[in-house]
């Protein structure tokens, strides 16, 4: 069992930076994927980034690659989304969510269907 916290949102302006935390209780030191999703109004959700726990390297989505950093923190049980060079594009709510796996990719993890997911915080870039 997880329990997923968000925290971090808030309003910037384009170019700016924000930085979300996902903090993770229960294990989740290797052998999950979890990713950050958004979804702004009127859009489906997207995946943005993604990793498998356990030191694997993170896939990102077109939208953000190059941009957003997506890290596990086993220190202090949290998954960052360090976001920077926002733009008016990125405002959404974010979720981080987490499913137990086997598939040893963060590219995979793409296509999994996530069982556990936080409350969402929002972000709003203005241009």
């Known amino acids: 069992q997880l329990q997923l916290v968000e925290s971090g949102g808030g309003s910037v302006q384009a170019g700016g930076s924000l930085r979300l935390s996902c903090a993770v209780s229960?294990?989740?030191?290797?052998?999950?994927?979890m990713g950050w999703f958004r979804q702004a109004p009127g859009k489906e959700r997207e995946g943005v980034a993604f990793?498998?726990?356990?030191?694997?390297?993170?896939y990102y989505a077109d939208s953000v690659k190059g941009r957003f950093t997506i890290s596990q923190h086993n220190y202090n049980d949290t998954l960052s989304l360090q976001m920077n060079s926002l733009k008016p594009e990125d405002t959404a709510m974010y979720s981080c969510?987490?499913?137990?796996?086997?598939?040893?990719?963060?590219?995979?993890?793409?296509?999994?269907?996530?069982?556990?997911w936080g409350q969402g915080t929002h972000v709003t870039v203005s241009s």
């Open positions: 969510a987490a499913v137990r796996s086997a598939l040893e990719s963060s590219l995979g993890c793409r296509a999994e269907e996530y069982y556990y």
């Open positions: 229960g294990y989740f030191y290797s052998g999950y994927c």
């Open positions: 990793i498998y726990t356990g030191g694997y390297r993170p």
